[in-house]
């Protein structure tokens, strides 16, 4: 059984930051990726960005230059530094990892974020 847990979210006002927290716990032998989704109200869930053990990452356009993703190196613990938050990244995050050869993804139950203009 593998489990995910999320925390960090919260409400805040456009301009602040906050920094989300992921730690994967029980049967994974190996992370081949550590990535945060969210999802708005209304929309489909996006990714905003995910990284890799060597610790290559990638960020969709909207995160670029305001999110940074880290993990240890084992990719058990992973966070999202979000700063200059806008109203539009109000969502519910979510993490995942990526194991056996890409072929199982395993979700968190996803934090709230709630940016206020």
């Known amino acids: 059984q593998v489990q995910l847990v999320e925390s960090g979210g919260g409400s805040v006002q456009a301009g602040a930051s906050l920094r989300l927290s992921c730690s994967a716990s029980?049967?994974?032998?190996?992370?081949?990726?550590l990535g945060w989704h969210r999802q708005i109200p209304g929309k489909a869930r996006e990714l905003v960005a995910f990284?890799?053990?060597?610790?290559?990452?990638n960020y969709e356009d909207f995160a670029k230059g305001r999110f940074i993703i880290s993990g240890d190196n084992d990719l058990k613990t992973g966070y999202l530094q979000m700063n200059s938050l806008r109203p539009e990244d109000t969502a519910v995050y979510y993490c995942?990892?990526?194991?056996?050869?890409?072929?199982?993804?395993?979700w968190g139950q996803g934090t709230q974020v709630t940016v206020s203009a």
């Open positions: 995942s990892v990526r194991v056996n050869r890409g072929l199982t993804d395993y």
């Open positions: 029980g049967s994974i032998t190996s992370i081949e990726s």
């Open positions: 990284i890799r053990p060597n610790g290559r990452t």
